[in-house]
T-cell receptor, first 112, second 112 residues
Framework: GENVEQHPSTLSVQEGDSAVIKCTYS??????FPWYKQELGKRPQLIID?????GEKKDQRIAVTLNKTAKHFSLHITETQPEDSAVYFC???????????FGSGTKLNVKP | NAGVTQTPKFRILKIGQSMTLQCTQD?????MYWYRQDPGMGLKLIYY???????DKGEVPNGYNVSRSTTEDFPLRLELAAPSQTSVYFC???????????FGQGTRLTVV
């Protein structure tokens, strides 16, 4: 099956700085890559996603890049704010989209 | 629109007891999933379903069973609870394709 690895496990940045979280996947058949944000004690919620036919996607302060050849994708958050503090999960979906495989998560702490 | 609803929110089980975690969605989604999230860890897929009457194993199915008699409901059954099943359980649903997975609020289960 698919194996999704995520780094770093924790990330601490100063407010206003940028944060980058990286994921790799093992199955070249994966073609959909969502990112989820989970605030403490709450459910995961989608923040951005990218398809395999796109190299980059932006949504305000958030962007995701995908390198299919290297089988890795990254989440970029610019101008970080304290409310960005949360756990972020990457995921990969294979083939006909039946299953999502999640990374182990990155705990982002934005210091005021 | 309630989305994905899980019950109960919290439960303490004794070793060897059984229980059913309930999950229902009102979005007419075909795909439904059960994940477990251990402390400080990512989401591991237990079982999933692509439609009523169809279920399949995920990454960590041992000790669990599921059924999908209707589009709306996807209960997860724990037989002979063990301490290793202490976790937060999330149910999710989606329409399929390049679409967002919507999560329930989670069930925190402790086995003592």
């Amino acid at each position: 099956g698919e194996n999704v690895e995520q780094h770093p496990s924790t990330l601490s940045v100063q407010e206003g700085d940028s944060a980058v979280i990286k994921c790799t996947y093992s199955d070249s058949a994966s073609n959909y890559f969502p990112w989820y944000k989970q605030e403490l004690g709450k459910r995961p919620q989608l923040i951005i996603d990218i398809r395999s036919n796109v190299g980059e996607k932006k949504d305000q302060r958030i962007a995701v890049t995908l390198n299919k050849t290297a089988k890795h994708f990254s989440l970029h958050i610019t101008e970080t704010q304290p409310e960005d503090s949360a756990v972020y999960f990457c995921a990969a979906s294979i083939g006909n989209f039946n299953k999502f495989y999640f990374g182990s998560g990155t705990k982002l702490n934005v210091k005021p | 629109n309630a989305g994905v609803t899980q019950t109960p929110k919290f439960r303490i089980l004794k070793i060897g007891q059984s229980m059913t975690l309930q999950c229902t969605q009102d979005m007419n989604h075909n795909y439904m999933y059960w994940y477990r999230q251990d402390p400080g860890m990512g989401l591991k897929l237990i079982y999933y379903s692509v439609g009523a009457g169809i279920t399949d194993k995920g990454e960590v199915p041992n000790g669990y069973n599921v059924s999908r008699s209707t589009t709306e409901d996807f209960p997860l059954r724990l037989e002979l609870a063990a301490p290793s099943q202490t976790s937060v359980y999330f149910c999710a649903s989606r329409t399929g394709g390049y679409t967002e997975a919507f999560f329930g609020q989670g069930t925190r289960l402790t086995v003592v």
